[in-house]
């Protein structure tokens, strides 16, 4: 399989990421040179296989739900771009 | 004072208990040799203050009888681990200002030991990458230049500033992150010795995520010893990392130098390429035969399905990348770049913060997890993990304790010499290495010997699950039979 422009187009979109037009055939190419060098995983005969879906066959590790962290609003916003009154500021999402 | 940075860890580690030396000696002279190679690029954050004050504070511990297992030893930190105050970037744009107020828990473990931070080392961006070229720091230079040539070469990757600092004798160990070969490929580049532990060993918790279920944390050091050294350090269960494992840590330096006779040691014929160059061919019967003469029993063992673990990884990966990187978008920390609305921004964001290679994996990933290519390509390369774990299985089922191979297609290359064109050009050097990540298992490299051009080959032993002690002892005879090899020093 390949994808063409306006499937870059797309994924880029779905990746939330920003390719000015200039940078589609590139793209394209790159993206296909992969696609290609994995197109040999078809011949691979995977009837009846089960999809690796853990590393290390443990079962699932629970813990009480209960809370043990909090107030520390100050280290949560610390990084933030844009905070106000610990809330994270972004651009108007609602008219 | 240079002479303290040529030490082993175990060394200094005896010449601090016996009190010869002190940790703010050692301290320096890594400082002064960080600072007087800055040309290799290796450091993208040095921290002398902190790790001056971290040395008197420990050099008073030990005094008293406090001093813990790595009492005193100056370490680097990879720049994907988090580190409480002191900036870490994973070598992104996207994170160039952040500074985690969390402690990553295989640092503050080696903390808790006693090391001493050095600083921060350079990485490809968010470990993606396989020469160190990919850092929004710019490439790391490898200490190792062919003979009689000044070309500049990549150390490897993704953990190509631990690997070249521990090689250039910049810190006496280094922490460093595996997903695909990350740990063993630079340590093969650079003639030191890089252990990827058994997925669930180190705890996850506080390292930039990649692809969650490949990425392992792990030791490079100079010798084996001194690897084995650092992993019971950082090793251990941490119930902040559901994925990790609740089992005691052994003492790994213990193996070292425990017979390895009678040990069974599978010789994958699948891992003779076409077209493999005679020097790794060589490198690697050399590295039998050591292996033979200690008392093990080399068998020949089929791995079949290893061609189709690196198109099978170049699937997962970039869908869990594209999952984990989801949350660089603008909002809680990093890199904001304004947009009329919030779709704007989080595109111009993400566009501007990751680099090329980043961009590439992300789409990649997100194409093989969207709607109607799902099945055919992650849940396709998901069987195919299975199947390439289960080749190890039955390997290991029939009596198998661990599997020799090289632990790279070819020395270190030219610094923009590789992948410009063909990103897969790249993707080729994880070869050997990749199937340990998919299957989960634990692997070293070891430096074994030198290319014709001068330059330092590694070989890689794979081991079972959790019996990183076998590593740990074969290594030790790889190293007692090649020697070891430092870098002539140029810069």
Same mark, same amino acid.
């Given at each position: 399989?390949?994808?063409?422009?306006?499937?870059?187009r797309?994924i880029?979109?779905?990746?939330?990421?920003?390719?000015?037009?200039s940078?589609?055939s590139?793209l394209?190419?790159?993206l296909n040179?992969?696609?290609?060098?994995v197109?040999?995983?078809s011949?691979?005969?995977?009837?009846?296989?089960?999809?690796m879906?853990s590393v290390?066959?443990?079962?699932?590790k629970?813990r009480?739900d209960?809370?043990?962290?909090?107030?520390?609003?100050d280290?949560?916003v610390?990084?933030?771009?844009a905070?106000?009154?610990?809330?994270?500021l972004?651009?108007?999402?609602?008219? | 004072?240079?002479?303290?940075?040529s030490?082993?860890?175990?060394?200094a580690?005896?010449?601090?208990a016996?009190k010869?030396?002190?940790s703010?000696?050692?301290? &320096?002279?890594h400082?002064k040799?960080?600072?007087s190679? /800055?040309?290799l690029?290796?450091f993208?954050?040095e921290?002398?203050?902190?790790?001056?004050?971290? %040395? /008197?504070?420990?050099?008073a511990?030990?005094?008293?009888?406090e001093?813990?297992p790595?009492?005193?030893? $100056?370490?680097?930190?990879?720049d994907l681990?988090?580190?409480k105050?002191?900036?870490?970037t994973a070598?992104?744009?996207?994170?160039?200002?952040?500074? !985690? $107020?969390?402690?990553?828990t295989v640092?503050?473990?080696?903390?808790?030991?006693?090391?001493?931070?050095?600083g921060?080392?350079n990485n490809?961006?968010?470990?993606m990458?396989s020469?160190?070229?990919?850092?929004?720091f710019?490439?790391?230079?490898?200490p190792?230049?062919?003979?009689?040539?000044?070309?500049? =070469?990549?150390?490897?990757?993704?953990?190509?500033?631990?690997?070249?600092?521990?090689a250039?004798? =910049?810190?006496?160990?280094?922490?460093?992150?595996?997903?695909?070969?990350s740990?063993?490929?630079?340590?093969?580049?650079?003639a030191?010795?890089?252990?990827k532990?058994?997925?669930?060993r180190?705890?996850?918790?506080?390292?930039?995520?990649?692809?969650s279920?490949?990425?392992q944390?792990g030791p490079?050091?100079?010798?084996?010893?001194?690897?084995a050294i650092?992993?019971?350090?950082?090793a251990?269960?941490?119930p902040? &990392?559901?994925?990790?494992? &609740?089992?005691?840590v052994?003492?790994?330096?213990?193996a070292?130098?425990?017979?390895?006779k009678?040990?069974?040691i599978?010789i994958p014929?699948?891992?003779?390429l076409?077209?493999? !160059?005679?020097?790794?061919e060589?490198?690697?019967?050399?590295? %039998?035969?050591?292996?033979?003469?200690a @008392?093990a029993?080399?068998?020949?063992v089929?791995? !079949?399905?290893?061609?189709?673990?690196l198109p099978?990884?170049?699937?997962?990966?970039?869908?869990?990348?594209?999952s984990?990187?989801a949350r660089?978008?603008g909002?809680?920390?990093?890199?904001?770049?304004p947009?009329?609305s919030? @779709?704007?921004m989080?595109?111009?964001?993400r566009a501007?913060?990751?680099g090329?290679?980043?961009?590439?994996?992300?789409?990649?990933?997100?194409?093989?997890l969207?709607?109607?290519?799902?099945?055919?390509?992650?849940l /396709?390369a998901?069987?195919?993990?299975?199947?390439?774990?289960?080749?190890?299985?039955?390997?290991f089922?029939?009596?198998?304790?661990?599997?020799?191979?090289?632990?790279?297609?070819s020395?270190?290359f030219?610094?923009?010499?590789?992948?410009?064109a063909?990103?897969?050009?790249?993707?080729?050097?994880d070869?050997f290495?990749?199937?340990?990540?998919m299957?989960?298992?634990?692997?070293?490299?070891?430096p074994?010997?030198k290319d014709?051009?001068?330059? $330092?080959?590694?070989?890689?032993?794979?081991?079972?699950?959790?019996d990183?002690?076998a590593?740990?002892?074969?290594?030790?005879?790889?190293?007692?039979?090649?020697?070891?090899?430092t870098p002539?020093?140029?810069?």
């Amino acid at each position: 399989m390949s994808v063409d422009a306006a499937t870059v187009r797309r994924i880029a979109h779905l990746a939330r990421i920003a390719v000015a037009e200039s940078e589609v055939s590139h793209l394209q190419g790159e993206l296909n040179a992969m696609l290609a060098f994995v197109e040999q995983l078809s011949e691979v005969n995977v009837e009846g296989v089960e999809p690796m879906t853990s590393v290390t066959p443990m079962e699932m590790k629970k813990r009480p739900d209960v809370v043990n962290d909090g107030e520390i609003a100050d280290d949560i916003v610390r990084n933030a771009p844009a905070t106000e009154d610990h809330f994270f500021l972004v651009p108007k999402v609602v008219e | 004072m240079t002479d303290l940075t040529s030490l082993t860890l175990a060394e200094a580690r005896d010449g601090l208990a016996s009190k010869s030396i002190t940790s703010l000696e050692l301290t &320096d002279a890594h400082l002064k040799a960080i600072e007087s190679a /800055r040309v290799l690029n290796a450091f993208v954050l040095e921290t002398p203050d902190q790790a001056r004050t971290m %040395a /008197r504070e420990i050099d008073a511990k030990i005094a008293k009888g406090e001093g813990g297992p790595l009492a005193g030893i $100056p370490l680097g930190i990879k720049d994907l681990f988090a580190t409480k105050d002191v900036r870490t970037t994973a070598c992104s744009k996207i994170l160039a200002n952040f500074v !985690p $107020p969390y402690e990553s828990t295989v640092t503050a473990q080696l903390w808790r030991d006693g090391a001493v931070m050095l600083g921060k080392l350079n990485n490809d961006e968010f470990a993606m990458g396989s020469s160190n070229e990919t850092s929004c720091f710019g490439p790391v230079v490898n200490p190792w230049r062919r003979d009689g040539a000044n070309t500049t =070469l990549v150390p490897g990757g993704s953990s190509g500033g631990s690997a070249s600092a521990v090689a250039a004798l =910049l810190c006496m160990g280094a922490t460093a992150t595996d997903t695909g070969g990350s740990i063993r490929q630079p340590a093969a580049f650079t003639a030191t010795v890089g252990l990827k532990p058994t997925y669930g060993r180190c705890s996850r918790w506080g390292i930039v995520a990649f692809a969650s279920s490949l990425d392992q944390a792990g030791p490079i050091a100079r010798t084996v010893r001194d690897t084995a050294i650092l992993l019971r350090s950082m090793a251990g269960h941490d119930p902040k &990392d559901t994925t990790s494992v &609740d089992r005691p840590v052994p003492d790994y330096e213990a193996a070292i130098g425990k017979s390895v006779k009678g040990m069974k040691i599978g010789i994958p014929r699948e891992y003779r390429l076409d077209g493999m !160059p005679a020097e790794i061919e060589k490198l690697w019967s050399e590295g %039998a035969g050591w292996l033979k003469a200690a @008392g093990a029993e080399l068998v020949e063992v089929s791995l !079949p399905h290893t061609k189709y673990a690196l198109p099978a990884y170049y699937i997962v990966a970039p869908a869990e990348a594209s999952s984990n990187l989801a949350r660089y978008d603008g909002v809680r920390y990093g890199l904001r770049v304004p947009g009329g609305s919030i @779709g704007d921004m989080y595109e111009a964001t993400r566009a501007e913060g990751f680099g090329a290679e980043v961009r590439r994996r992300v789409m990649i990933g997100t194409y093989v997890l969207s709607a109607g290519y799902y099945d055919a390509y992650y849940l /396709r390369a998901q069987k195919v993990r299975t199947l390439i774990k289960r080749d190890f299985e039955d390997c290991f089922a029939k009596g198998v304790n661990a599997i020799l191979t090289p632990a790279t297609p070819s020395a270190a290359f030219g610094i923009g010499e590789k992948g410009g064109a063909d990103p897969v050009e790249m993707y080729l050097n994880d070869i050997f290495t990749v199937t340990v990540n998919m299957a989960g298992l634990p692997g070293i490299a070891v430096p074994a010997g030198k290319d014709a051009q001068g330059l $330092p080959l590694g070989l890689q032993l794979i081991g079972r699950p959790f019996d990183e002690e076998a590593l740990f002892s074969l290594g030790e005879v790889v190293e007692q039979a090649a020697g070891r090899f430092t870098p002539a020093r140029w810069w």
